[in-house]
T-cell receptor, first 116, second 116 residues
Framework: AQSVSQHNHHVILSEAASLELGCNYS??????LFWYVQYPGQHLQLLLK??????LVKGIKGFEAEFIKSKFSFNLRKPSVQWSDTAEYFC??????????????FGTGTQLKVEL | KAGVTQTPRYLIKTRGQQVTLSCSPI?????VSWYQQTPGQGLQFLFE???????NKGNFPGRFSGRQFSNSRSEMNVSTLELGDSALYLC???????????????FGEGSRLTVL
């Protein structure tokens, strides 16, 4: 069975600091990769996704993620965080199977706190 | 466009009881997934329904069941509740997998179940 690891459970940064959240998955086949975000008091929402092509994908609010196939990684980055980026971030993987539905495997999440 | 609606938002049950949770997807979305969210475990996939058929199932005991109706609304049921079933149960709707929206889940705010 596939699994997703997010090594940082809690991250505290000051505003303007750079962010990198790690995500590794275990599945040898073709995958679709996602980052979801849950802001305080809000529901989970998609931040960005990777299907194929350029391994560097850009999402909303200045976030980007890089897919490194050889490392089974899909790390999330932002050059300069803002207080409003305080949220919980989830990495997710979907096996790219025809007819496979939308079953996503999520990591355990990283709680990011940005201090003023 | 209305989002995903889950009812009830909060409920308290005692061990041994059963519970039914309801989910109304975004209009036009025929795929509905359910996830259990607990601290430290992240989101665990329960099941996915598409056109009233269960498409995928997670590794949960048979006490957890679900169904989808012809209007795409979905319910999940947990029988013989245990303390460990206390969690936030999230419903997500989506367009069918296979297109550019593959894996893009739209989550509701969840139903928080407490088992005493």
């Amino acid at each position: 069975a596939q699994s997703v690891s997010q090594h940082n459970h809690h991250v505290i940064l000051s505003e303007a600091a750079s962010l990198e959240l790690g995500c590794n998955y275990s599945y040898g086949g073709t995958v679709n990769l996602f980052w979801y975000v849950q802001y305080p008091g809000q529901h989970l929402q998609l931040l960005l996704k990777y299907f194929s092509g350029d391994p560097l994908v850009k999402g909303i609010k200045g976030f980007e993620a890089e897919f490194i196939k050889s490392k089974f990684s899909f790390n999330l980055r932002k050059p300069s965080v803002q207080w409003s980026d305080t949220a919980e971030y989830f990495c997710a993987v979907k096996r790219a199977l025809t007819g496979g539905g939308n079953k996503l495997t999520f990591g355990t999440g990283t709680q990011l706190k940005v201090e003023l | 466009k209305a989002g995903v609606t889950q009812t009830p938002r909060y409920l308290i049950k005692t061990r041994g009881q059963q519970v039914t949770l309801s989910c109304s997807p975004i209009s036009g979305h025929r795929s509905v997934s359910w996830y259990q969210q607990t601290p430290g475990q992240g989101l665990q996939f329960l099941f996915e329904y598409f056109s009233e058929t269960q498409r995928n199932k997670g590794n949960f005991p048979g006490r957890f069941s679900g169904r989808q109706f012809s209007n795409s609304r979905s319910e999940m049921n947990v029988s013989t509740l245990e303390l460990g079933d206390s969690a936030l149960y999230l419903c997500a709707s989506s367009l069918p997998a296979g297109g550019p929206s593959t894996g893009e889940l739209f989550f509701g705010e969840g139903s928080r179940l407490t088992v005493l």
